[in-house]
């Protein structure tokens, strides 16, 4: 067996520092507005011109950003930069205000969470989750995995035809935006019990012109007033770890008594998948750490047992419990399962 050499290791840990500050650096770039005005080709004067930005701290930026490759310097003579590499191409994705928002989340509520980690094992009191900020931020960077969680949607049996939709937890409404566009005779409420996220939900509905055929009412669901056996598919995406594994099954009843015999009922989770494709994209890395992150605070809960989450779906009297995995290795999945159908249900079955 050959040992890994030292210098490997070191590098390593090198490698390691300069990806956290490479996160910093991009922050810094977006935050200043300095990443916009590097879309062209810039001198520390001409961006020192109309801000009051400090020239000798600016010129430090500037030559970090290069080191990392974030920008590069595209006139030796004046010494001017542009934007390039990895912050381009974060400015200009369909995914960037998303993307922007775990850069931030990674930094303002990863970054001091995990500093206060050694004590919070050691059994310290855990902090709350739920600032405007953070409920703000949870809600933008769900909306990364929507298409491809739409188009898994669209795989379950079932979603497809269903016209009733409850969306428990909706954030920015993007689901209920995503099914009521493609299926044009549905109709969708979402309950968001964060009213400035609500609101966002709502204006994205104007938008699509999805007004007349949606509602959204702000508040808890489980206190929330419902008709039952009303709703064809019910969905809890990205939110099953806000619900305290104590009230699971109540929450479960309460959905199972929502939806008609036959009716869907499909929980969006992310999962700690040790899978090649999983490991090769840094999913497996990521949710592992965004399930230390749960768990470490108060009001915040673990990602799912699926072996659990199958028996308490059925023990609420779903059937069919099945998965549809959406994310390489299967890092994001749907666990659904389907109330009794009418013609089986009851004791004229
Ligand atoms: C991580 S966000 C996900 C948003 C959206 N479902 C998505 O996947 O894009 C979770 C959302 O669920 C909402 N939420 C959590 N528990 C809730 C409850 N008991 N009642 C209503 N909304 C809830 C939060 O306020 C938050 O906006």
Same mark, same amino acid.
């Given at each position: 067996?050959?040992?890994?050499?030292?210098?490997?290791?070191?590098?390593?840990?090198?490698?390691?520092?300069?990806?956290?500050?490479?996160?910093?650096? *991009?922050?810094?770039?977006?935050?200043?507005?300095?990443?916009?005005?590097?879309?062209? $080709?810039?001198?520390?004067?001409?961006?020192?011109?109309?801000?009051?930005?400090?020239?000798?701290?600016?010129?430090?930026?500037?030559? !970090?950003?290069?080191?990392?490759?974030?920008?590069?310097?595209?006139?030796?003579?004046?010494?001017?930069?542009?934007?390039?590499?990895?912050?381009?191409?974060?400015?200009?994705?369909?995914?960037?205000?998303?993307?922007?928002?775990?850069?931030?989340?990674?930094?303002? #509520?990863?970054? $001091?969470?995990?500093?206060?980690?050694?004590?919070?094992?050691?059994?310290?009191?855990?902090?709350?989750?739920?600032?405007?900020?953070?409920?703000?931020?949870?809600?933008?960077?769900?909306?990364?995995?929507?298409?491809?969680?739409?188009?898994?949607?669209?795989?379950? $049996?079932?979603?497809?035809?269903?016209?009733?939709?409850?969306?428990?937890?909706?954030?920015?409404?993007?689901?209920?935006?995503?099914?009521?566009?493609?299926?044009?005779?549905?109709?969708?409420?979402?309950?968001?019990?964060?009213?400035?996220?609500?609101?966002?939900?709502?204006?994205?509905?104007?938008?699509?012109?999805?007004?007349?055929?949606?509602?959204?009412?702000? #508040?808890?669901?489980?206190?929330?007033?419902?008709?039952?056996?009303?709703?064809?598919?019910?969905?809890?995406?990205?939110?099953?770890?806000?619900?305290? $594994?104590?009230?699971?099954?109540?929450?479960?009843?309460?959905?199972?008594?929502?939806?008609?015999? #036959?009716?869907?009922?499909?929980?969006?989770? !992310?999962?700690?998948?040790?899978?090649?494709?999983?490991?090769?994209?840094?999913?497996?890395?990521?949710?592992?750490?965004?399930?230390?992150? *749960?768990?470490?605070?108060?009001?915040?809960?673990?990602?799912?047992?699926?072996?659990?989450?199958?028996?308490?779906?059925? !023990?609420?009297?779903?059937?069919?419990?099945?998965?549809?995995?959406?994310?390489?290795?299967?890092?994001?999945?749907?666990?659904?399962?389907?109330?009794?159908?009418?013609?089986?249900?009851?004791?004229?079955?």
């Amino acid at each position: 067996m050959t040992r890994t050499p030292s210098k490997w290791w070191e590098r390593t840990l090198f490698q390691t520092l300069a990806s956290f500050s490479r996160a910093h650096l *991009l922050r810094i770039g977006i935050r200043t507005n300095l990443f916009e005005a590097l879309r062209q $080709p810039k001198t520390v004067n001409q961006l020192t011109q109309d801000s009051q930005l400090a020239p000798d701290l600016l010129q430090a930026w500037l030559r !970090a950003a290069a080191s990392h490759g974030l920008i590069r310097m595209v006139r030796e003579r004046d010494r001017a930069y542009q934007i390039d590499g990895l912050a381009k191409w974060l400015l200009e994705t369909p995914d960037s205000r998303s993307l922007i928002a775990l850069i931030e989340e990674t930094i303002e #509520g990863y970054g $001091p969470l995990l500093e206060r980690m050694p004590d919070l094992i050691k059994e310290d009191a855990r902090p709350e989750f739920g600032s405007p900020a953070e409920s703000r931020r949870a809600a933008e960077i769900s909306q990364l995995v929507e298409r491809q969680a739409l188009s898994a949607l669209g795989r379950i $049996p079932g979603v497809r035809g269903a016209r009733r939709l409850l969306d428990v937890g909706c954030g920015y409404g993007g689901y209920l935006v995503g099914l009521l566009s493609r299926y044009r005779d549905a109709h969708g409420v979402g309950i968001e019990q964060d009213s400035e996220v609500a609101e966002i939900a709502l204006r994205n509905l104007q938008a699509a012109d999805l007004s007349r055929r949606s509602e959204i009412r702000v #508040g808890e669901f489980m206190s929330m007033d419902l008709a039952a056996g009303f709703y064809d598919l019910i969905l809890l995406n990205n939110n099953l770890h806000y619900f305290a $594994p104590s009230i699971r099954s109540a929450l479960f009843d309460r959905i199972f008594s929502r939806l008609v015999p #036959g009716g869907i009922f499909a929980i969006q989770t !992310a999962v700690v998948s040790d899978r090649a494709a999983a490991r090769l994209m840094g999913y497996s890395a990521n949710t592992a750490v965004f399930d230390l992150y *749960l768990r470490a605070h108060d009001n915040l809960y673990g990602l799912p047992d699926l072996g659990e989450l199958h028996a308490s779906l059925l !023990a609420a009297g779903f059937e069919a419990v099945a998965e549809t995995a959406f994310l390489p290795g299967g890092s994001a999945r749907y666990v659904w399962g389907r109330t009794p159908r009418e013609d089986l249900a009851g004791p004229h079955a």
